[in-house]
């Protein structure tokens, strides 16, 4: 199912209240070069029933997303991983900072834009 981000946590809302998807199995995002796609991948915990929720962040200006940490407290560190290696911002986030990396960290490793820098070793 792909949603806009103006519907995306509504969207989530109402198939975890409405629809009984009460599992989050995972949220990641993935770089389509031009644009950049939150997935969700949800479950029904009383027949196993799939979902999966995408929504398209702009390569663009800032990449925000609402957060779901609301709806599943398990996005919270999914959310913080996306947001450490793809540079997606989640608004509400209760604690939005890196999770893998370091602070000072320079870029997003998992952007097909990413430079990596070269490491010389010293001896």
């Not at 209760?94 to 001896?123: A, H, M, W």
Request: charged share 30%; proline share 5%; aromatic share 10%.
């Amino acid at each position: 199912m792909l949603t806009e981000i103006e519907n995306y946590f509504v969207t989530c809302q109402q198939l975890r209240d409405e629809d009984g998807f009460d599992l989050l199995i995972s949220l990641t995002a993935v770089d389509r070069k031009d644009f950049l796609e939150v997935v969700v991948h949800l479950a029904r915990s009383t027949d196993m029933s799939r979902e999966i929720v995408k929504t398209v962040v702009s390569g663009e200006g800032p990449m925000v997303v609402p957060s779901i940490t609301q709806i599943w407290p398990g996005a919270d560190w999914h959310e913080r991983e996306c947001y450490d290696l793809f540079g997606i911002k989640f608004q509400g986030h209760p604690n939005l900072k890196r999770i893998l990396l370091k602070e000072d960290f320079d870029g997003y490793p998992l952007r097909k834009d990413f430079q990596p820098v070269e490491i010389t070793s010293q001896r």
